[in-house]
């Protein structure tokens, strides 16, 4: 039996993946494992801890069985927000709350998985926690289907992402040659301002597929106009033209090609816009203007909830996360987060190291330029390459009645 260790409390934040919630079971099992006497849960994250809401996570994960259906459930098992802590000067009240209800559930360590913004909450706290002398460690587990966190090769969440977009186009692709008749297919992927995601689709050109016509990603600025001409010549060539666009694309003049429509604006917390609409804007305009049969495909939350068809490498990494902050935590580290490492693509190769939060809270890491074509309008064999290895393999759902089940917790609601 390990020392016994102090309670720990662990939160989810932010768009959830198909595998958060492995990252969650390797918190908890490892912390269980490594002598915690209480596994605490934020419920919908410190949003929710800051109106007294929590759960002990051992009257609700009890069995193998319910680690297992825990790491195959998409969502966020304890429910997730976006929720910006203010900044420690303008806001110590909301700091004396927190603090004041982790000292009542004798809190020694927090982990929160989420991305950049998710990781500002870490970088806060752990910085509020030092200047007021508490010993509370705190940890950041990356999770992210958009792959834009810095200092990591990858964030879990973006490998099962990739899977299903790469499934999914080619399964488009083959549906849009159904018919004797010319199309044009738009698809609309997530990913806010990096093309991580968008250039997935890429994976879809194999042996058994042409993959995608053109790919475009918000590295680069978008032209409506070049784009118009694109696909027109495309259209001329070929039946079926199928085109990866990224939510996140913008114009020349710094707007979202989304905000081209009159759709309703949605701002959260951290200032980000709710991108939507990127495919419909331009699929009714290639039918309005090329006049052929169009179709928009708006991926949405189906590419990060997708849990059928996860990637193993994917979900394997999601718990190690999880475990190697227990790790770190209990060995004294804090106002750190968890970072991938590639040690090598093949045979492939990873690591888990630890990095300063504060060089990570906030910041996008985009696609390199160079992984990127000349013309902006597909991804290079480089991007492909790192891609690949993190799609690999598959976790089988655990089937009832011919459909997976999931591991759910009664108050999110
Ligand atoms: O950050 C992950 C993500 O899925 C983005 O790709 C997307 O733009 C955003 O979340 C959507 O957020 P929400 O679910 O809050 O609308």
Not at 241 to 252: C, D, F, N, Y
Not at 331 to 346: F, P
């Given at each position: 039996?390990?020392?016994?260790?102090?309670?720990?409390?662990?939160?989810?934040?932010?768009?959830?993946?198909?595998?958060?919630?492995?990252?969650l079971a390797g918190v908890y099992k490892t912390a269980k494992d490594r002598g915690a006497?209480?596994?605490?849960?934020?419920?919908?994250?410190?949003?929710?801890?800051?109106?007294?809401?929590?759960?002990?996570?051992?009257?609700?994960?009890?069995?193998?069985?319910?680690?297992?259906?825990?790491?195959?459930?998409?969502?966020?098992?304890?429910?997730?927000?976006?929720?910006?802590?203010?900044?420690?000067?303008?806001?110590?009240?909301?700091?004396?709350?927190?603090?004041?209800?982790?000292?009542?559930?004798?809190?020694?360590?927090?982990?929160?998985?989420?991305?950049?913004?998710?990781?500002?909450?870490?970088?806060?706290?752990?910085?509020?926690?030092?200047?007021?002398?508490?010993?509370?460690?705190?940890?950041?587990?990356?999770?992210?289907?958009?792959?834009?966190?810095?200092?990591?090769?990858?964030?879990?969440?973006?490998?099962?992402?990739?899977?299903?977009?790469?499934?999914?186009?080619?399964?488009?692709?083959?549906?849009?040659?159904?018919?004797?008749?010319?199309?044009?297919?738009?698809?609309?992927?997530?990913?806010?301002?990096?093309?991580?995601?968008?250039?997935?689709?890429?994976?879809?050109?194999?042996?058994?597929?042409?993959?995608?016509?053109?790919?475009?990603?918000?590295?680069?600025?978008?032209?409506?106009?070049?784009?118009?001409?694109?696909?027109?010549?495309?259209?001329?060539?070929?039946?079926?033209?199928?085109?990866?666009?990224?939510?996140?694309?913008?114009?020349?003049?710094?707007?979202?090609?989304?905000?081209?429509?009159?759709?309703?604006?949605?701002?959260?917390?951290?200032?980000?816009?709710?991108?939507?609409?990127?495919?419909?804007?331009?699929?009714?305009?290639?039918?309005?203007?090329?006049?052929?049969?169009?179709?928009?495909?708006?991926?949405?939350?189906?590419?990060?909830?997708?849990?059928?068809?996860?990637?193993?490498?994917?979900?394997?990494?999601?718990?190690?996360?999880?475990?190697?902050?227990?790790?770190?935590?209990?060995?004294?580290?804090?106002?750190?987060?968890?970072?991938?490492?590639?040690?090598?693509?093949?045979?492939?190769?990873?690591?888990?190291?630890?990095?300063?939060?504060?060089?990570?809270?906030?910041?996008?890491?985009?696609?390199?330029r160079e992984w990127i074509n000349e013309a902006g309008d597909y991804v290079t064999d480089?991007?492909?390459?790192?891609?690949?290895?993190?799609?690999?393999?598959?976790?089988?759902?655990?089937?009832?009645?011919?459909?997976?089940?999931?591991?759910?917790?009664?108050?999110?609601?």
């Amino acid at each position: 039996m390990a020392d016994l260790k102090g309670n720990v409390i662990v939160g989810q934040s932010g768009g959830p993946t198909a595998v958060i919630n492995s990252s969650l079971a390797g918190v908890y099992k490892t912390a269980k494992d490594r002598g915690a006497k209480k596994v605490y849960g934020m419920v919908h994250g410190i949003q929710g801890l800051l109106q007294g809401r929590y759960v002990d996570l051992s009257e609700h994960i009890k069995t193998d069985l319910d680690i297992e259906l825990l790491k195959r459930t998409p969502s966020a098992y304890l429910g997730s927000c976006r929720f910006k802590l203010p900044d420690i000067s303008e806001g110590r009240e909301t700091y004396d709350a927190i603090f004041e209800i982790l000292a009542k559930l004798e809190i020694e360590y927090f982990f929160y998985i989420g991305g950049n913004d998710s990781m500002d909450t870490i970088k806060k706290l752990s910085d509020y926690s030092l200047l007021n002398g508490s010993n509370i460690r705190f940890m950041g587990v990356p999770k992210t289907i958009d792959n834009d966190l810095a200092a990591t090769d990858h964030t879990p969440g973006f490998g099962s992402a990739a899977k299903y977009i790469g499934a999914i186009t080619k399964e488009v692709i083959r549906d849009g040659l159904v018919y004797d008749q010319q199309n044009v297919t738009i698809l609309e992927i997530m990913g806010r301002n990096a093309g991580w995601l968008t250039g997935a689709a890429a994976l879809a050109k194999c042996e058994d597929c042409v993959g995608p016509d053109m790919i475009f990603m918000p590295e680069v600025t978008f032209d409506v106009d070049a784009f118009m001409n694109k696909v027109a010549n495309l259209h001329e060539k070929k039946k079926s033209v199928v085109v990866a666009v990224s939510e996140g694309v913008k114009i020349a003049d710094g707007r979202y090609v989304c905000e081209l429509t009159d759709g309703i604006e949605f701002v959260d917390a951290f200032g980000h816009k709710q991108l939507t609409g990127t495919a419909r804007f331009l699929a009714e305009k290639i039918n309005r203007e090329v006049g052929c049969k169009t179709r928009a495909i708006e991926f949405n939350s189906l590419q990060r909830c997708a849990s059928h068809i996860v990637s193993r490498v994917d979900i394997t990494e999601a718990y190690q996360v999880g475990g190697a902050a227990v790790k770190e935590a209990f060995e004294g580290e804090t106002g750190k987060m968890i970072i991938l490492k590639r040690v090598s693509d093949d045979p492939y190769i990873c690591v888990t190291d630890i990095y300063d939060v504060h060089k990570v809270a906030n910041i996008e890491k985009k696609v390199p330029r160079e992984w990127i074509n000349e013309a902006g309008d597909y991804v290079t064999d480089k991007f492909v390459s790192y891609v690949k290895p993190l799609i690999q393999a598959e976790l089988t759902p655990i089937m009832t009645d011919g459909l997976p089940r999931h591991l759910y917790y009664t108050d999110v609601k």
